[in-house]
């Protein structure tokens, strides 16, 4: 991950700074992170001198080249210009400290759907190296800005969240980021199924195990421990219900 810092030139002819924060650059910075190329809402703003310094973080040194945007991207990136008086200007600051790398591989086996409640960059891991895949290095077409996805890894965050605390929810915290027949796991599955076909490559499901290991695969019954972890992390391995899970 590398930390940005980016600066814009509101034109204070046409806007004034906080209906420009306000309205064209918050739209370019949300496509942006809907992308995968801001890491969720790390990023500041700051006014100086009538321009806009943004502080940001991005999993790669060239995410925020204009060749990464989708059309929404671009379309939010035209109405920042017509607001302007120059084209913004995007620095590399160094890499950011106590994030993980992102996935450069060029052409990953196999893709993992994996989260928990800390997780600020992508749900999609690399099944070749383990390290996150930015959103927009998936290949295939992706018109609806992976609502799917995130909407998957926003509740999967927050039932990870209730089982983290041992508070009220814990117990259906743990049931559904564990079990197979859970609300969460089915809509995760279903998610795989769909980036799957998008992006020709298989996509295995996750499920956390804390107590105790499933010895079969939960959905078919088949013996699928591993001999040695996958990645040091993973358990059990099931191919041909693309599930994987871990021992406690």
Do not use: M
């Given at each position: 991950m590398f930390t940005f810092e980016a600066e814009f030139f509101p034109d204070l002819t046409k806007t004034s700074v906080s209906e420009f924060c306000g309205e064209e650059l918050s739209v370019l910075l949300h496509t942006l992170r809907r992308n995968g190329q801001l890491i969720e809402q790390l990023w500041n703003l700051v006014e100086q001198n009538g321009a806009i310094k943004l502080y940001c973080i991005a999993p790669e040194e060239d995410a925020l080249e204009p060749r990464h945007?989708?059309?929404y991207g671009l379309e939010a990136l035209s109405a920042v210009l017509q607001k302007s008086v120059r084209p913004p200007v995007f620095r590399v600051i160094g890499k950011t400290v106590g994030l993980s790398d992102a996935c450069a591989c060029e052409n990953s086996e196999y893709y993992v759907l994996f989260s928990n409640f800390a997780a600020e960059y992508s749900p999609v891991s690399c099944g070749d190296c383990n390290l996150p895949v930015p959103l927009y290095k998936l290949p295939g077409e992706n018109e609806d800005e992976f609502y799917a996805l995130r909407q998957w890894q926003g509740e999967y965050k927050a039932c990870d969240s209730l089982f983290v605390l041992s508070g009220v929810g814990e117990k259906f915290g743990y049931r559904e980021i564990s079990e197979v027949d859970s609300s969460l796991?089915?809509?995760?599955c279903d998610v795989c199924r769909e980036m799957s076909q998008k992006c020709n490559r298989p996509f295995y499901y996750f499920l956390h195990r804390h107590i105790s290991?499933?010895?079969?695969c939960p959905r078919c019954g088949q013996e699928w421990g591993l001999d040695e972890k996958l990645h040091g992390f993973y358990a059990f391995?099931?191919?041909h219900c693309r599930l994987l899970s871990d021992s406690p």
């Open positions: 945007f989708n059309r796991t089915r809509d995760g290991p499933l010895e079969t391995k099931c191919d």
